[in-house]
């Protein structure tokens, strides 16, 4: 069942309304632009022992994605695609209300609309993945991992996944006379094939004034998210109205249009990232 | 295996209907004896059954709040509401359309008025073919609507899919599963907001302008319907002799 | 006191009543969306044009108690010094020992079970109900305790206004056609004693009836002519009753 949250970390009152007045005001409590971002950090990478990985920071949220390739067999509708599986966790070190165990509502929603995302713009050609046709396929696992939570969980785990399939390499595979697979992971055929690129670009909305990448506190304080993935081509991979609030036709449009343009800028940092010689650490 | 040609080349969809034509809609309020509201709701073959209890006490008290009801919902699919049968166990996919819904139903439900309740909605899938979430929404709805919850408006829910470029209206389950975009919204007509919004596909910025107006124009017409299920109850008796 | 009568509308959530300047009476019911009366629950939207008073009169709904209402409650949980009572509110009630018994109760020595226990029938009154806690209920009153014999009719809380009537004028008319004691509560529960079943009966079905055709007017007339219909079919009354 969905409940109603109740309200674990409130926001004082006092500082609420600091948040609200500025907003009515077009400003930030915390001196960013309506349509800015905060600093974004992206070290691809990160976990060596991953197919792909990398440790995103945005502002203060920490997101880890991390990309593991495994043998499977293919879904029987699809016998000559791999698949795509993407799971997301809240860890209990990400904030003092985050409890260990199972993924909750928030944690399943964030994992489906970054994997609707990257599944409806095709941004991984699926074909590409097939060993054996029709038998054994790649199984490309997502797995995201909020470490701390400072607000915009889903647009840094989007970043985070998106460079960690950009840096994944596609390990060694054999096939014997009798259609066997073997891994061999110390060796590695390339880097995963992308077709497309998306990221998803979340605009919050208070005192009817639309902004993107809310932080924590402004996230408690708004009424209502949109959370809308864009692909490199400029195109609408995905749409989540997230929260209790709701949105006028034309803040919904106007969203939009916020997010068709920040999200260029968004993928041009995560491609920068990538260019850049992979720190070992 | 057998992919359905979903646009014939009449440009008619593959059950005959214009693209924006709603598929026949049945509603019914009232229907079941112990739950304090309710709703039976029909778009096509997609049935949807919704029961609300309340406002009322629950025992874990922690979960209550002081100055409002909270909403508690659970969107739920009968394993023989799909073609192939569905584990009882909830999926990821039921989870977050429960959540979904209950955002979608927040916005409108006057929760102030009950402090320290609990409002719950169950939403029972008996048969799936497209377009469930938007279907349970109205559903749900009708049945606040039936316990006597006051709503600021009724919120209803319609599907708008592309299938062979063009854009369609209350896509069923073929045109969601072979089509190229599947987007699910939920509207308060009087108060113009909307409350539910998903899109599973990709459109550009010119087809989703085009597939929200769509949408809006199919919530219009499920609107009246809704209104005139609530009162058809009350206009019916007749007075006996 | 205006004597026209209100305009009546039959509005859903979401439907505009009126524009205008109005006093609204029943705030949760009638809210003011963009310079519009917008209904917010199924039910009879009253608009006084004299007075210029909006009013509403919910079809359904549950019932929200009120101080100083007079309720029929079960009890469903038996405490050291309280009982809780099922009054058909979204919160159980709470009647103290203290209160029913007229005197403090030694929790150690005394088992309130003995008195009331679950299942039990109560006719109090709302004494305290604010926003921290359940309704407290109080028994101290004429006709109020614990209930020995009669019978429960249950109507949806929002119809209970139509079995009272204008100035009571229902409640007196079904009193006197069936000669039955009747105790009408807020909470949609009627308590009654009949002198025999087939008034018990009677009545019974006269306001199961007045339930379902409440948004109808002409209610009173109808069910004086039913209650008559009823007693001549069973031989209580003979030709047609008289009409006053």
């Not at chain 2, 597939?211 to 609107?223: D, E, H, S, V």
């Amino acid at each position: 069942m969905s409940v109603t949250p109740s309200a674990e970390v409130t926001v004082p009152k006092l500082r609420s309304a600091t948040i609200l007045n500025m907003l009515k005001k077009g400003l930030r409590a915390s001196s960013r632009g309506l349509t800015e971002f905060r600093p974004i950090e992206i070290v691809p990478g990160y976990v060596p022992n991953a197919d792909g990985s990398a440790l995103v920071r945005l502002g203060n949220t920490v997101v880890v994605a991390g990309v593991k390739l495994e043998i499977g067999s293919p879904y029987p509708d699809t016998p000559n695609e791999g698949a795509l599986i993407v799971s997301a966790e809240f860890m209990p070190t990400a904030s003092p209300t985050f409890e260990p165990g199972p993924p909750d509502e928030n944690a399943i929603e964030l994992a489906r609309v970054v994997d609707r995302a990257l599944r409806e713009i095709k941004a991984i050609d699926m074909e590409k993945l097939v060993i054996v046709p029709g038998r054994r396929v790649w199984v490309v696992y997502v797995d995201i991992y909020v470490l701390d939570h400072d607000g915009n969980l889903v647009d840094a785990s989007s970043i985070a996944a998106l460079a960690a399939l950009l840096s994944t390499e596609v390990p060694k595979v054999e096939v014997d006379e009798l259609g066997n697979v073997k891994v061999d992971r110390s060796s590695r055929l390339g880097p995963l094939q992308l077709r497309h690129k998306v990221v998803t670009v979340s605009v919050a909305k208070a005192e009817n004034v639309l902004f993107v990448d809310p932080d924590i506190e402004e996230e408690k304080v708004c009424e209502t998210k949109l959370v809308i993935a864009v692909s490199d081509d400029g195109r609408i991979a995905g749409m989540q109205k997230s929260g209790l609030g709701a949105l006028s036709v034309e803040e919904v449009l106007v969203a939009t249009d916020i997010a068709l343009k920040v999200a260029r800028d968004l993928l041009t940092t995560v491609e920068l990232s990538l260019a850049k010689p992979k720190e070992l650490e | 295996m057998g992919k359905v040609k979903l646009l014939r080349e009449d440009g008619l969809r593959h059950d005959g209907r214009r693209p924006d034509e709603l598929r026949p809609i049945r509603m019914q309020v009232g229907v079941l004896n112990k739950a304090s509201g309710s709703a039976l709701v029909e778009y096509g073959a997609t049935k949807i059954l919704a029961a609300v209890h309340g406002p009322r006490e629950i025992p874990q008290r922690h979960l209550l709040l002081p100055s409002r009801a909270i909403l508690r919902c659970r969107y739920h699919m009968l394993t023989f509401s799909t073609h192939e049968r569905k584990s009882p166990a909830p999926s990821r996919r039921e989870i977050e359309l429960s959540k979904v819904i209950r955002e979608a139903l927040e916005p409108v439900v006057m929760a102030e008025v009950f402090p320290r309740t609990a409002i719950d909605v169950f939403i029972e899938v008996i048969n799936a073919d497209g377009g469930t979430r938007t279907a349970s929404v109205t559903a749900a709805s009708l049945a606040l609507a039936d316990a006597g919850i006051p709503m600021r408006d009724l919120v209803i829910g319609v599907a708008v899919g592309k299938v062979d470029g063009v854009l369609v209206l209350d896509i069923d389950e073929a045109e969601d599963m072979y089509g190229e975009a599947d987007m699910p919204v939920a509207v308060a007509p009087s108060l113009g907001i909307v409350t539910l919004l998903q899109l599973n596909g990709v459109l550009t910025r010119e087809e989703f302008n085009e597939a929200l107006k769509l949408a809006l124009k199919g919530a219009q017409t499920i609107y009246s319907m809704a209104r005139e299920a609530l009162k058809s109850r009350y206009l019916e008796v007749k007075v006996e002799e | 006191m205006s004597s026209k009568e209100a305009r009546r509308v039959l509005v859903v959530p979401g439907e505009v009543i009126c524009e205008g300047e109005y006093k609204v009476l029943t705030p949760n019911y009638i809210i003011k969306v963009n310079g519009k009366y917008v209904a917010t629950a199924v039910g009879l939207a009253q608009v006084n044009e004299d007075s210029k008073e909006l009013s509403f009169i919910p079809l359904e709904g549950c019932y929200v108690p009120q101080v100083d209402d007079i309720v029929v409650g079960y009890v469903v949980d038996v405490g050291l010094t309280y009982w809780e009572v099922d009054i058909r509110a979204p919160f159980t009630a709470t009647l103290y020992a203290v209160d029913f018994l007229g005197r403090p109760v030694n929790p150690a020595k005394e088992d309130l079970s003995n008195y009331l226990s679950t299942g039990d029938t109560v006719i109090a009154k709302i004494e305290i109900f604010d926003r921290n806690r359940g309704p407290i209920i109080t028994t101290k009153g004429k006709g109020l305790g614990k209930v020995i014999h009669g019978t429960i009719v249950e109507i949806s809380p929002v119809k209970v206004a139509r079995v009272i009537g204008r100035r009571g004028s229902m409640h007196q008319l079904l009193q006197s056609e069936t000669s039955c004691d009747i105790t009408v509560a807020r909470n949609g529960r009627i308590l009654i004693n009949c002198p025999n079943k087939e008034l018990e009966d009677i009545l019974v079905m006269a306001i199961l009836k007045i339930e379902r055709e409440a948004h109808i007017p002409g209610l009173t007339d109808r069910i004086k002519e039913f209650i008559i219909r009823e007693k001549v079919k069973r031989g209580l009354i003979g030709g047609e009753g008289k009409a006053t």
